[in-house]
């Protein structure tokens, strides 16, 4: 038992490989259902960031997934998350060999075309030889130019594979090679190449190594460009990691400083911040006093005025005044660096709409070149015409190319993930992106999300003979095991009464509702006023306080010493100055809003009324929460669940969309979907603003992408589309189709 135990755990690792070779969506599906295949393997491929995800194979059999990577055609090595060089290094030969080859099929295509279209289409200026020049002129471009087509059709053949790299070779060596058969077989009085609208003069069938030419021209061009925009797609995602500060100025208690590596800093270590430069890691200032800008880090533009005893994040920029920081954090636990890892993971889910493009881009390409041949065989039949016959299905195998199609999504939602990222709103993932924009219902927490959380004790009400000071001290002695900040809250306000409470003895934690324990030998309970008339403990006199903090918004705790009530103390929160804000546009966004909340009615109510939120679901202990969510899913909602503590988490992982305060606990960030960094709860308007434009872009992409080939194919078929055109048109669509995705970087969200 235990050995499987164990054998089942080491099969949980997950690594990432950098994947070489892959052009197109179907070479990411293909290196896909390759790892998938491996017993117990789970793998994701994304093609825009060329990597592999892999679960379900232990550390050391790496070599099992890159040898399944390899026998697909393609080269892979384990990912190394603390040097991107193999990456960038791949990244810049890849888009350095795509620039080299498309500058020499341009200076040779249109000098090729100048010749074949004048001096085939007028007669008069042809001189002896001309069409062998034409033929020199097109070796290097369809030879070594379009080397990287042939070459990954020619490794996909040898797999049993098809690509879209498949359909470019194809079109450029069938287009070649028609162009030397019609110059070395054709009489020289036989009719030239078809033009949709008549046919070129006689001997003008050399016009087919424009078209070769053409096509591999366009194709480089659109793949360079291509290949640029997904970097800069890239480099929105690695705002965040450009953030780190390399080197840390630690000062010993002596005063002395001395500059060290980032990386050696140490917990508890003191640095030194001057004006202008970024915060190392997060921490507390020490001393000093001065504005931070966090724009990098939550997307707000005004400064933070801070000061000793604050707290800062790494990654921010000391704006004025010389800060001394004590490190909180350092290494993986920082902010920044959970952030990074957030945003990079986040590449790694796919969405519904990508997931779907990819199963079509699948079959798309065997589908083309079927059609393809249908087309130039009907049209063979038809008209007796090889001419007319190669040129519409080329031009079928070319204008149907998927490309558009393979990036209409994945691109959109890079962007998307690395423009939230910038505006404060981590992402874990594409589909949860597109869940933002599909919720009808936002359920928010109370305490730490509506409410600041800075909770104080503002009225303490005895009972049954009991001090203040009594009462303070038992139940601070009680809460002190606790960290909810009303719990906090009643330490606080406690020590300034009788000092630092001692430990309860037989402490016992009743989640959601107290606590009870022996304090200087009295039995003690504290918590809601359920759970003390719960144990029989009449609570009538205190109906008045209880009331009155109820009307003003105020959390009551009651204290009940020996079977006793003892004390109601009235806790009090700050709502958000942007929560009333924040829950208006979710409405004119036509959202419906829920409180959520373990405080009694009356005080939820209260709140709700204050913020405009339009339903209240009160005394819903931790463990009721997810069935509160589950029951508005059960009436047809999409859910979005806003909260911050370990009591939400259970509540986070069952919505639709579980969104986490980032100043709330790594339970529930780690539950959690979406991570709102910034401090405003407009984040949550933004984060469904961003992820509709996105979906709207995907969907525009994805209505280009179909609607072209659509469109296209038929008009090819039907002999109207010269394959030159076709070509051209293909690389514009893929442009377009990215081109459309980066406009989301510019995305600002409406207020």
């Excluded at 197109?24 to 599906?29: F, L």
């Excluded at 009721?624 to 909602?637: D, H, N, P, S, T």
């Excluded at 072209?708 to 090819?716: K, T």
């Amino acid at each position: 038992m235990t050995t499987t135990e164990t054998h089942q755990s080491t099969r949980l690792e997950k690594f990432e490989l950098d994947v070489g070779g892959m052009t197109c969506a179907a070479c990411a599906n293909r290196v896909e259902r390759k790892l998938n295949k491996l017993p117990g393997v789970q793998a994701t491929v994304n093609l825009a960031t060329d990597r592999a995800v892999v679960t379900g194979l232990p550390d050391d059999e790496v070599g099992t997934a890159i040898a399944a990577v390899e026998s697909a055609g393609y080269t892979a090595v384990l990912h190394n998350p603390d040097d991107d060089a193999w990456t960038r290094r791949a990244a810049e030969m890849r888009l350095s060999s795509l620039r080299r080859r498309l500058a020499v099929s341009a200076l040779l295509t249109v000098p090729l075309c100048d010749l074949t279209i004048l001096l085939a289409l007028v007669p008069g200026w042809r001189f002896p030889g001309w069409q062998a020049l034409c033929v020199l002129l097109a070796v290097p471009i369809v030879t070594w130019a379009a080397w990287p087509y042939h070459k990954a059709t020619w490794r996909g053949l040898q797999h049993g594979v098809l690509s879209m790299d498949t359909l470019v070779s194809l079109g450029a060596l069938v287009s070649f090679g028609w162009a030397l058969y019609a110059l070395l077989l054709h009489p020289a009085s036989t009719p030239g190449y078809w033009l949709g609208f008549g046919h070129t003069p006689p001997g003008a069938d050399a016009i087919y190594l424009d078209v070769a030419a053409g096509m591999v021209t366009f194709q480089l061009g659109g793949r360079y460009f291509e290949t640029r925009s997904r970097g800069q797609v890239g480099d929105v995602m690695q705002a965040l990691a450009g953030l780190a500060v390399k080197q840390a100025r630690i000062v010993d208690d002596s005063g002395t400083e001395r500059v060290i590596p980032s990386e050696d800093l140490r917990v508890g270590d003191r640095f030194v911040v001057l004006p202008g430069e970024r915060i190392v890691t997060d921490g507390t200032i020490a001393s000093g006093s001065g504005s931070v800008d966090t724009s990098a880090m939550t997307g707000e533009s005004t400064p933070v005025e801070v000061t000793g005893g604050d707290t800062v994040v790494g990654g921010t920029t000391n704006l004025t005044g010389r800060l001394v920081v004590t490190a909180d954090a350092v290494g993986e636990r920082t902010r920044l660096a959970q952030m990074a890892a957030i945003a990079d993971d986040a590449q790694r889910r796919k969405s519904r709409a990508q997931k779907v493009a990819d199963r079509v881009t699948g079959y798309f390409v065997p589908a083309v070149m079927i059609l393809a041949v249908l087309v130039a065989v009907g049209w063979l039949v038809a008209t007796g015409s090889a001419d007319r016959a190669i040129a519409n299905g080329v031009a079928v195998l070319i204008i149907a190319c998927p490309c558009a199609l393979g990036l209409a999504t994945p691109t959109a939602l890079m962007v998307g993930v690395g423009r939230g990222g910038q505006l404060g709103i981590l992402i874990k993932g594409h589909d949860a992106l597109e869940m933002s924009g599909r919720i009808d219902t936002v359920v928010f927490d109370k305490t730490g999300t509506l409410t600041s959380g800075n909770m104080r004790v503002h009225q303490v009400d005895t009972f049954g003979g009991r001090s203040e000071i009594d009462v303070c001290r038992y139940a601070a002695s009680l809460e002190s095991a606790s960290e909810h900040p009303i719990a906090a809250a009643i330490v606080r306000h406690a020590e300034q009464q009788v000092g630092r409470p001692e430990a309860p003895a037989e402490f016992t934690a009743l989640p959601g509702a107290g606590a009870r324990g022996l304090v200087d030998g009295h039995e003690c309970l504290i918590g809601s006023a359920d759970l003390i008339t719960g144990r029989g403990i009449v609570i009538d006199e205190a109906a008045s306080a209880v009331q009155s903090a109820a009307d003003d918004g105020d959390t009551t705790v009651l204290l009940a010493v020996d079977g006793v009530l003892a004390a109601v103390f009235a806790v009090s929160d700050t709502v958000r100055g942007s929560a009333a804000p924040a829950v208006a546009a979710l409405h004119d966004l036509g959202l419906r809003t829920v409180l959520l909340t373990g405080d009694s009615p009356a005080t939820a109510a209260a709140v709700a009324e204050r913020l405009g939120i339009q339903e209240v679901r009160a005394r819903v202990l931790p463990d009721q929460k997810a069935a509160a969510i589950e029951e508005l899913q059960a009436q047809g909602r999409c859910v979005a669940m806003v909260g911050d503590g370990i009591n939400d988490s259970a509540a986070l992982a069952t919505a639709d969309l579980g969104m986490a305060l980032v100043r709330g606990t790594d339970i529930a960030m780690k539950s959690a979907d979406v991570i709102l960094v910034r401090n405003d709860l407009r984040v949550v308007v933004d984060a469904v603003q961003l992820s509709r434009k996105t979906f709207r872009t995907i969907r525009g992409n994805l209505v280009w992408a179909f609607g072209y080939n659509v469109a296209a194919i038929p008009i090819a078929a039907a002999g109207l589309l010269n394959p030159l055109i076709a070509a051209a048109a293909m690389a514009m669509s893929s442009m377009l189709v990215i081109s459309n995705s980066l406009r989301l970087r510019n995305f600002e969200p409406h207020r």
